[in-house]
């Protein structure tokens, strides 16, 4: 959804985070990025499968005295070198797009590597080296780039002890599934020791693998921790550029040696992008490294400037293209209309809740193209009546796939629908994508996001979370999710994967009202004593630019009036309900008659209003086509522009301020107070 999971991991709480500089976006290139992850990484599946094949005739050479043993030896250090490749490539979910293939290889390769801990484990502790690289107090790698000289072997040698008590010392935190994967696997190793002392076959073991496995650790923590990070006073919250280095010259010797770690920083920049991907794209996207003073240093320890690095560049060759960031493409329809659209998969995301993916064929395309935060509204008949919902879209902008999340609400018609009956080849009526939870994304920004959600309210945030992190590399998001029990968090293979994939960028808090074993500062209903908290301490509103907020309207209204007490704008505050939320404060007026005119899909009719009726409730009586969904204020779909007359807004949770000063309105909430009205839903 490992580094922070529900049921696998158990999230970091919020942390206090320094704010970060904001760069001028005009003196910082746009940064082309490889796209998003494909179904399978062939290099590193090639790894491995060299690697596997490496180690295994090892021992055969080994076992059959067919090669003495430092050869064979020196060939199982190589072997399980490349598999830490493996296992930190699946640790970012690298190698694949599907979960559980990061999983697997992950697991498969880590008993190579390091049989005493667990791959979960071993991730949550990678993940924490990239959120605070360099900082003594949190990064546990620096055991091995921070020591002094003639300590530096042996701490390399023994890089296991750091690591272990690193976790232990967290390990209340997490969850209970990890941890006991891990005490399986370290439980495991100490029986397999005791079983060949036991048995006299020790040396076996010793000659066949703890020899080797001990000399690839020690290549490993110089090669991953000592060489990009020695030296380096930066932490990965004070300058990513200079926490981490990238050594240059003879590549074609360090690369295939090192694979790839040369350019260790474009790692910690980009966790994501695989290993095979480091050299293209730290070539492509140099000069906007080189203007934030990237660390850079020479195969033989010359530290350069950028200056001095273009200088030295000038005898290298130059550059090899790679695929750009893939930015959402938007279409706009100028009004939202519905058509017949095929079920593609109905998948089970919870015990409560299904994933929908529908087959949008390639003439509806570009009208179905939508924004982050964006949603669609569903329209079916059951028990011959119609049934109309609003669905927010989770995937990512970026992304061609058309995809909603229905959770069961108890009574709920359509829900308990979706989630028992539908099936793939069903066909429902969408109506194109509508809503402006989300905002406009710049490649070169450098934001700092935060969202509150609750349940299934994450659905919009997916979309905005994923989008966000995949198409402006410099910015970061705080995810504050409530549910009540592990069982019920939506998305939660994804959020482990993103946080893996994004590391540093991303930080991700579980609340959960119903779980026992939850830490007691994250437990219960996320609150006004919780958000104050945060606001004081974590999440201090002078470190976020934007604010989503998403969840049950009582909520939502509290989090919104708590932030605006903290003096921060409302336009910076984004809003989503899935229904609308009754004020009992609002006021109640008597309305004299009016006329109004409607303009839908290129069309004009002219009708009466009844006194009282909303304009969207006449539109409804001579016409079908006019757009809605919630008729609660909440969702956005019925905005229309005001061309003439006033009205009043009883309540608006979707429209910006821009929107409103613009002159747009909420039909299903805009009464008339003037005479006269004219709307136009195609503007």
């Not at 059959?64 to 064979?72: K, V, Y």
């Not at 219960?524 to 969840?551: A, M, N, Q, Y």
């Not at 004299?592 to 005119?597: G, H, I, L, R």
């Not at 303009?599 to 969207?616: F, Y």
Request: overall charge negative; some cysteine; hydrophobic content about 45%.
């Amino acid at each position: 959804m490992a580094a922070l999971s529900i049921g696998m991991v158990m999230p970091p709480a919020l942390r206090e985070q320094p704010q970060t500089e904001k760069a001028d976006p005009a003196s910082l290139g746009g940064l082309d990025l490889p796209g998003i992850v494909p179904k399978i990484s062939p290099p590193t599946l090639g790894v491995f499968f060299v690697a596997l094949a490496l180690f295994t005739g090892s021992w055969w050479a080994a076992v059959g005295l067919r090669l003495p043993s430092p050869i064979t030896i020196a060939l199982s250090a190589i072997a399980i070198f490349m598999m830490f490749t493996v296992v930190h490539d699946a640790s970012h979910s690298s190698i694949s797009s599907h979960h559980l293939v990061n999983a697997a290889l992950g697991r498969v390769a880590m008993l190579f590597v390091s049989p005493a801990m667990a791959f979960p484990a071993w991730r949550f502790i990678h993940i924490e080296h990239h959120r605070w690289a360099n900082d003594d107090q949190h990064d546990p790698d620096t055991f091995a780039s921070h020591g002094k000289w003639w300590q530096l072997p042996a701490r390399w040698a023994a890089m296991d002890a750091p690591y272990v008590a690193y976790y232990l010392r967290r390990q209340a935190r997490r969850p209970r599934a990890e941890v006991a994967e891990n005490a399986a696997m370290m439980a495991f190793t100490i029986a397999l020791i005791v079983t060949t002392l036991a048995t006299g076959t020790f040396w076996w073991l010793v000659v066949l693998y703890l020899i080797p496995e001990r000399v690839a650790v020690v290549v490993l923590a110089w090669w991953f921790d000592w060489l990009p990070h020695h030296g380096l006073t930066a932490t990965q919250r004070d300058n990513r550029y200079r926490a981490t280095r990238v050594r240059v010259g003879m590549e074609w010797l360090l690369s295939p040696m090192m694979l790839s770690q040369n350019y260790h920083l474009v790692h910690h920049l980009h966790p994501s992008i695989p290993f095979h991907q480091y050299a293209s794209t730290w070539r492509k996207n140099q000069e906007a490294y080189l203007q934030r003073e990237a660390a850079i240093a020479t195969v033989f320890g010359q530290q350069l400037t950028s200056d001095g690095f273009r200088e030295w560049q000038e005898l290298n060759s130059g550059l090899m293209r790679v695929f750009p960031v893939r930015m959402p493409m938007r279409a706009e329809t100028s009004h939202a209309e519905f058509h017949q659209v095929r079920v593609d998969q109905v998948t089970r995301l919870t015990d409560d809740s299904v994933v929908v993916t529908f087959d949008v064929t390639d003439a509806l395309q570009e009208r179905f193209r939508f924004k982050a935060g964006q949603h669609v509204t569903v329209r079916t008949y059951l028990s011959g009546e119609e049934v109309r919902r609003n669905y927010s879209i989770f995937a990512s902008a970026t992304e061609e796939k058309l995809m909603i999340a229905v959770k069961r609400v108890p009574g709920g018609a359509f829900s308990t629908f979706a989630v028992e009956q539908l099936r793939s080849g069903d066909t429902l009526e969408l109506m194109t994508p509508t809503g402006r939870f989300g905002m406009a994304l710049d490649a070169n920004g450098g934001k700092h996001y935060a969202a509150i959600a609750v349940g299934s309210g994450i659905t919009p945030i997916m979309s905005i979370l994923q989008t966000v992190l995949e198409t402006e590399p410099r910015s970061r998001f705080t995810l504050i999710y409530g549910n009540r029990t592990p069982d019920t968090v939506m998305f939660k293979d994804m959020l482990d994967d993103l946080a893996a994939r994004f590391s540093e960028r991303i930080d991700i808090t579980h609340v959960l009202s119903r779980d026992p074993g939850h830490p007691d500062e994250l437990s219960g209903r996320i609150d006004g004593e919780k958000l104050e908290r945060w606001l004081g301490h974590s999440l201090r509103p002078s470190t976020v630019d934007e604010w989503f907020l998403c969840g049950p309207g009582e909520l939502v209204v509290l989090a919104r009036e708590t932030l605006l007490e903290h003096q921060i704008d409302s336009d910076h505050i984004h809003i989503e309900l899935f229904s609308g939320f009754h004020d009992p404060t609002t006021s109640k007026r008597d309305y004299d008659p009016a006329t109004v005119t409607v303009r839908c899909a290129g069309s004009e009719q002219i009708l009466q209003l009844i006194p009282g009726d909303t304009i969207l409730e006449a539109a409804l009586q001579v016409r079908t086509d006019v757009p809605y969904a919630c008729m609660g204020g909440a969702c956005g779909t019925c905005r229309a522009k005001l061309v003439s007359g006033t009205v009043e807004m009883e309540q608006n949770f979707a429209l910006p301020r821009s929107d409103v000063n613009a002159d747009y309105v909420l039909t299903c909430q805009s009464r008339p107070t003037s005479p006269t009205v004219t709307v136009d839903y195609d503007r």
